[in-house]
């Protein structure tokens, strides 16, 4: 067994993990400030995303939450508290 080829192997996997989700580009709906991930948002299908927001808030039940009914959050997710 060749250890260092293994390792090797496992290096560039770790690599090719790294690339792929170390930074991963979360934007903010500004429609509904709803944090998403590609280019379009999937809860309102806007595409006015920026990445500039603070906050977070991650909805689990939105029935069940004053924070969701005041920020008129619908869906299960997380969301952007302030958007710029
Ligand atoms: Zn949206």
Not at 1 to 23: C, N, P, V, Y
Not at 34 to 56: A, E, M, Q
Request: contains cysteine.
């Amino acid at each position: 067994m060749d250890t260092a080829a293994d390792f090797s192997q496992a290096r560039r996997e770790a690599k090719a993990l790294i690339g792929e989700w170390g930074m991963p580009r979360e934007k903010a709906c500004r429609e509904c400030k709803r944090i998403v991930t590609g280019n379009k948002c999937d809860n309102c299908g806007s595409t006015n995303l920026t990445p500039h927001f603070s906050g977070l808030i991650v909805v689990v039940s939105p029935e069940h939450s004053e924070v969701a009914k005041l920020l008129g959050i619908t869906k299960p997710g997380r969301y952007a508290l302030k958007v710029e």
